[in-house]
T-cell receptor, first 111, second 111 residues
Framework: GEDVEQSLFLSVREGDSSVINCTYTDSSSTYLYWYKQEPGAGLQLLTYIFSNMDMKQDQRLTVLLNKKDKHLSLRIADTQTGDSAIYFC???????????FGKGTRLHILP | NAGVTQTPKFQVLKTGQSMTLQCAQDMNHNSMYWYRQDPGMGLRLIYYSASEGTTDKGEVPNGYNVSRLNKREFSLRLESAAPSQTSVYFCASLGLSYEQYFGPGTRLTVT
């Protein structure tokens, strides 16, 4: 069945790069997403990548997609305290308009 | 554009009481969703609606009903609340690139 896996926690020093990893199982996924959730708020779309792309860069964010290994990563350069949040990986299956979410990775920033 | 709005923001119910969570979007999206978020469980899909007049069960539909009143509004009803339904509930709608837009959430406590 469809599943999205990601590690639950990541600690990074302020100023370093953060890399959050995700694996998915549905090879027919069309879009893959990264969402950010700050405390007490809803999920906010950070970026997404179409499945025929390998990489997408948007300012401090770099998304890498390895379709062969079904592996998606989000790199945040120069991590700031404001990046502290839960990051959700998700995949879409347009055949039924469902989005499958991972359980989220809590990013903790060390001073 | 208000995006996706949800009411109420907070609610406390006694076991057995009923209530309806309201959701509206002003982006003319066809698909809308209800999720619940519990610690360590990520987002779980309760129900979704691919278009006005249609609804489908998600991963955890038991104890809930939904109504897609029109294209803008998608409500979630708890007929007889149980403590297991204590959670944060998010409504979302689906954009053209299959990205989801989330509301701010409703924090529900059932005592």
């Amino acid at each position: 069945g469809e599943d999205v896996e990601q590690s639950l926690f990541l600690s990074v020093r302020e100023g370093d790069s953060s890399v959050i990893n995700c694996t998915y199982t549905d090879s027919s996924s069309t879009y893959l997403y990264w969402y950010k959730q700050e405390p007490g708020a809803g999920l906010q779309l950070l970026t997404y990548i179409f499945s025929n792309m390998d990489m997408k860069q948007d300012q401090r964010l770099t998304v890498l997609l390895n379709k062969k290994d079904k592996h998606l990563s989000l790199r945040i350069a120069d991590t700031q305290t404001g990046d502290s949040a839960i990051y959700f990986c998700a995949e879409s299956t347009p055949r039924d308009d469902k989005i499958i979410f991972g359980k989220g990775t809590r990013l903790h920033i060390l001073p | 554009n208000a995006g996706v709005t949800q009411t109420p923001k907070f609610q406390v119910l006694k076991t057995g009481q009923s209530m309806t969570l309201q959701c509206a979007q002003d982006m003319n999206h066809n698909s809308m969703y209800w999720y619940r978020q519990d610690p360590g469980m990520g987002l779980r899909l309760i129900y979704y609606s691919a278009s006005e007049g249609t609804t489908d069960k998600g991963e955890v539909p038991n104890g809930y009903n939904v109504s897609r009143l029109n294209k803008r509004e998608f409500s979630l009803r708890l007929e007889s609340a149980a403590p297991s339904q204590t959670s944060v509930y998010f409504c979302a709608s689906l954009g053209l690139s299959y990205e989801q837009y989330f509301g701010p959430g409703t924090r529900l406590t059932v005592t």
